[in-house]
């Protein structure tokens, strides 16, 4: 019986957009909505949070269900493109503490005044001319 179903819904979506991040996110959102309005007293803000909550369930579904593909696929992408702007700063910042947590005893760590590169740098050679691998830019600089 279980198959039966199973093949009836994949016959259903197939033209369909489906579960992309956008639509996972929005999903999400609804949920934490659901949470604040359970704890949240009873009165304006709690109705107002039930109904944002059930606006994000429908408009996520409504995106899995879209035959609009091409459409959902631009939103998904802008979605994307915003994430991962937000994001961005974040992964830069673990990554640098990472690279300083590593190298920091042995090497420093300088910035390319032409294009932003890191460049690791042994400690302890006196005076040095770096040149930077991605630009040819160099400086000379106290190791």
């Given at each position: 019986m279980f198959q039966k179903?199973?093949?009836?819904?994949?016959?259903?979506?197939?033209?369909?957009n489906g579960v992309d991040n956008l639509g996972r996110f929005v999903l999400v959102v609804a949920v934490v909505l659901l949470l604040l309005g359970a704890f949240v007293p009873d009165g304006t803000v709690g109705a107002v949070l039930s109904y944002l909550a059930l606006a994000a369930i429908?408009?996520?579904?409504?995106?899995?269900?879209?035959r609009n593909v091409g459409r959902r696929y631009r939103e998904n992408c802008a979605y994307l493109r915003l994430s991962r702007k937000i994001s961005a700063p974040f992964k830069r910042a673990g990554k640098q503490a990472e690279e300083r947590k590593k190298y920091g005893k042995t090497h420093h760590i300088y910035r390319c005044k032409n294009c932003g590169q890191s460049l690791r740098v042994p400690k302890g050679k006196g005076t040095i001319k770096v040149t930077c691998p991605k630009c040819g830019a160099s400086f000379t600089t106290k190791s």
């Open positions: 179903f199973a093949q009836k819904l994949q016959t259903f979506m197939i033209g369909r429908v408009y996520g579904y409504f995106r899995m269900f879209s």
